[in-house]
């Protein structure tokens, strides 16, 4: 359990402390972890409310947690879309392709299809070219040559 919640806390830390970062790369693991820790949060902050409204030390729950929901995806708004065009990046697709939320009703099916493709390997996530892959995949090429030369 604690290795868990430590993972949650490094996966949030990272969302937050990249927020303004809309250079780099985003693999798929961490975007997909990032976004099931915005989840959890939301689903912890619709028990508290209910939690409160049981406890009567609140009036109305559902307008506590709407409001709570509004004011969190407000804050989200920027470091989600930092973390969704390094996403692109990675992807080494254009950042207009995030207009398919704005343009399309249910644009986000196709962004969340587009966001599961796997991440090239030739590109690590800090942007480095992967060397250890391409000197593999050298290696192996070179090998298929001779076995043809071979033959």
Not at 40 to 60: C, E, G, P, R, T
Not at 95 to 102: D, R, S, T, V
């Amino acid at each position: 359990m604690r290795k868990i919640l430590e993972a949650f806390w490094e996966i949030n830390k990272e969302f937050w402390i990249n927020g303004l970062n809309f250079e780099g790369k985003e693999t798929r693991k961490n975007y997909w972890l990032t976004e099931l820790c915005h989840l959890v949060m939301l689903y912890i902050f619709f028990l508290l409310s209910m939690y409160f409204f049981a406890l009567k030390w609140i009036n109305n729950a559902v307008d506590f947690f709407q409001y709570g929901i509004e004011i969190y995806f407000l804050v989200c708004i920027i470091p989600k879309l930092a973390q969704q065009t390094r996403r692109l990046n990675a992807l080494k697709l254009s950042k207009w392709i995030l207009l398919i939320n704005i343009l399309f009703i249910f644009g986000w099916p196709i962004l969340a299809i587009i966001y599961l493709l796997p991440t090239p390997m030739d590109i690590k996530t800090d942007g480095t070219p992967n060397i250890e892959k391409s000197i593999e995949t050298n290696v192996t090429t070179k090998k298929k040559n001779k076995k043809k030369k071979e033959q």
